[in-house]
């Protein structure tokens, strides 16, 4: 049954069939998990910073005296990774003043506190998940950030969890972002809510919200318009739609979420504050990692803006987005063997 006062005629002609018997497959596939095999899926996943940031570290671990040029090697490889030059600045000093108090005189001790510091900058952890039902997410990033594959993504991960998941298509200025919506709706049998071609993305997240109390669904995902941070008009609009979301669920946007492309590098810095002022981020998304030589962008969204990192994306398909594991980030950058032991 529908709830009472639901615009039936705006979002029903554009919802897709949900057949939930049909995603048992993919609860089953989600029960099987290998350690070793996820350490290694990070470690291919960072294999461009590794090589082309820190693929001096080699030399630098063989060092047998820590001189100026071992610290200018070292710099110069933390700031090509993109960790940002504040906070290179700042891990240089700590290893010098970790050398100094500790008497250390390798190169090998200095990368091993570069690890532990380098952890520290990770320590903050992800937000658990909220239990609110129906819980709402709402993905924001700009264009081709990859929010709408990243929707599809998380999408993924509740239907294997056995939720039943609606997606809402509120990018309505490109009707590409609507159909790839729906194709990957379809592909999970996932009800999609969209609307016309430029109209009201508030419309489409209010019906999207009203459908998900009248069909009983867990987790409503919101994929919004890859707007450019600079403009403010579209900046408010994300705000509208964060308004629209709560005015029928309660405490919705549950879930604010920033997709970042993670081969913009330290520009990724620049996008996430612009939207950390708009709204309400919770967490960050870094996507296309396997795709960047820019990874060490993670190490300054930690600590540069105070938030956590939930999901990283890297690889083509619906599996390959992982929740965050610092660890393996870390070691992802600095293990120099071919492989990652369990």
Known sequence: ?????????????????????????????????????????????????????????????????????????????????????????????????????????????????????????LDMVSNPEPEARPLVIVLVGVNGSGKTTTAARIAHRW?????????AAADTYRAAATEQLKIWGDRLDVEVVSGQPGSDPGAVVYNAAQATLARDVDVL?????????????????????????????SGAPHQVLLVLDATTGQNGLTQAQAFTDAVDVTGVIVAKLDSSARGGVGFAINSVLGIPIQYVGFGETLEDLSTFDAEAFVNGLLTQSETVPP
Not at 94 to 104: F, P, S, V
Not at 159 to 167: F, I, N, Q, R
Not at 234 to 245: G, P, S, T, W
């Open 1 to 121: 049954m529908l709830v009472e006062g639901l615009n039936t005629s705006i979002f029903l002609p554009h919802v897709c069939t949900w057949d939930y018997s049909r995603s048992r497959s993919l609860r089953e596939k989600a029960r099987w998990y290998n350690p070793f095999v996820e350490k290694n899926r990070w470690r291919q996943a960072l294999a461009r910073t590794r090589r082309t940031a820190f693929g001096r570290l080699a030399s630098l671990v063989g060092a047998t005296e820590l001189t100026s040029t071992f610290w200018e090697g070292l710099e110069e490889t933390l700031i090509q990774a993109d960790l940002g030059i504040k906070i290179v600045q700042a891990l240089i000093e700590d290893l010098k003043e970790i050398a100094r108090a500790e008497g250390l005189t390798q190169g090998d001790q200095i990368v091993e506190r570069l690890r532990t510091l380098l952890l520290h900058h």
């Open 159 to 167: 239907l294997c969890s056995g939720k039943k998941v609606m997606l």
């Open 221 to 249: 995902i919101v994929d919004t318009s890859g707007r450019m941070h600079t403009e403010h008009n579209l900046m408010a609009e994300l705000q509208k739609i964060c308004r629209v979301a709560g005015k029928v669920i």
